[in-house]
Each structure stands twice: as structure tokens, then as C-alpha cells.
């Protein structure tokens, strides 16, 4: 069974940039999550999208984040424009439900240079 | 913010001995997941307990939960070198939020 897809893996770009990271959940998973790890502030939710719908962006730390879920396989994260204290690993997560086990991609490490 | 707090922050053992990793969550929750990460991979979903529940066991693994005192434990029995990796809580009511990490290190 294929797991929850992000891409890119990597991405290193200069601040100021737009950058976007791509999620495709797990087929039949109705909850989608956003998160954020850095070693300071460890692993961060973002935001949350249920049925495609944004349940809860009160984690997503400025106006120059935004999520999108246009259909029930795909969700964008977009940085714009990009600065250096953006650079963590960002995790995008799939789940049944609100509260059942979460199924993880591999993360896109971004670096803003 | 985060949900648990897990506790020691960083656990260095000998192969073969068993770890004991804990978590304080301060909210209500309806379930307590265990989760591991290897380093540069996503977390991976070791084990759930309900907040019905008292002990759970799966494989090496132990789970127990005091929602008196909201606190669970998370126990590797027969530690090996492949345990090596960070383990979070996580809990909640209509979502899950993760705890800060216990850093495992089994030494061969």
C-alpha cells in the first residue's frame, strides 16, 4: 500500500522565494495534517483539513503560510515569500479520524538560504 | 503547544537492557498513541491505548496509562542496536498533539 507522498525531499532555495511542498494522504483518509520539526521547537501542528476543509490553522505562524486541499489527494504548503527561520523539516500526515493513529510521509527538509 | 511531555529527554542503554520512556499530557484525551522516529524518516504509529485502558502489550512493547494522573509509560523490553530512535506521545480528544521527545540511543 502506498503511504502518504510529499515532495520534494529537499529543497534549498534563497529567502525571499515562494516555496511549495506537496502532499498526497493515504486514499480513503478523510484527515490531513501540517506540521513543522525543527531541534528548538520540536515538532509543530500547522494546520488541519478534514473532508478537505480547514479545520484548524491557528498553528500556521504568519500570513506568509498557506494550505490548500483542492481534493481529497492532494494539499499544498506555500511559503511566501520564504526567509531563513522557515528552514525546518515539514511533515504532512494522513488519519481516519481526528484522534486514530497518524500515518506520516518522509518530510521535505527545506533550507532558505 | 505541545500535548505530553516526555521524560528523560535523551535515554543512552546497553543492548539487551529494557527502556522505560514517560509522558505527562495535560488535557483530556480519549486515546494515548506511541509513536517512533528514525532519524530523517516521518513518525511511525507503534501502539494506541484508550483512555478505558490500563496496559497494553504489542510484541517488545508495553504501554501503560494513569489517567488519574495523566501520565503513561512506554516500556522496550530486550532493548537492540534498531530501537535507536526518538519516541513521542501523543493525545487528545477530537485531534492528537505530539509530546517533545525521548531520545533513545541502544548501544551494541
Known amino acids: 500500500d502506498a503511504g502518504v507522498i510529499q515532495s520534494p525531499r529537499h529543497e534549498v532555495t534563497e529567502m525571499g522565494q515562494e516555496v511549495t511542498l506537496r502532499c498526497k494522504p493515504i486514499?480513503?483518509?478523510?484527515?490531513l495534517f501540517w506540521y513543522r520539526q525543527t531541534m528548538m521547537r520540536g515538532l509543530e501542528l500547522l494546520i488541519y483539513f478534514n473532508n478537505n476543509v480547514p479545520i484548524d490553522d491557528s498553528g500556521m505562524p504568519e500570513d506568509r503560510f498557506s494550505a490548500k486541499m483542492p481534493n481529497a489527494s492532494f494539499s499544498t504548503l506555500k511559503i511566501q515569500p520564504s526567509e531563513p527561520r522557515d528552514s525546518a523539516v515539514y511533515f504532512c500526515?494522513?488519519?481516519?479520524?481526528?484522534?486514530?493513529?497518524?500515518?506520516f510521509g518522509d518530510g521535505t527538509r527545506l533550507s532558505i538560504l | 503547544s505541545q500535548q505530553g511531555e516526555e521524560d528523560p529527554q535523551a535515554l543512552s542503554i546497553q543492548e539487551g537492557e529494557n527502556a522505560t520512556m514517560n509522558c505527562s499530557y495535560k488535557t483530556s484525551i480519549n486515546n494515548l498513541q506511541w509513536y517512533r522516529q528514525n532519524s530523517g524518516r516521518g513518525l511511525v504509529h507503534l501502539i494506541l491505548i484508550r483512555s478505558n485502558e490500563r496496559e497494553k502489550h504489542s510484541g517488545r512493547l508495553r504501554v501503560t496509562l494513569d489517567t488519574s494522573k495523566k501520565s503513561s509509560s512506554l516500556l522496550i523490553t530486550a532493548s537492540r542496536a534498531a530501537d535507536t530512535a526518538s519516541y513521542f506521545c501523543a493525545g487528545g480528544y477530537q485531534k492528537v498533539t505530539f509530546g517533545t521527545g525521548t531520545k533513545l540511543q541502544v548501544i551494541p
Open positions: 500526515a494522513s488519519s481516519t479520524t481526528g484522534n486514530q493513529p497518524q500515518h
Open positions: 486514499s480513503g483518509h478523510d484527515y
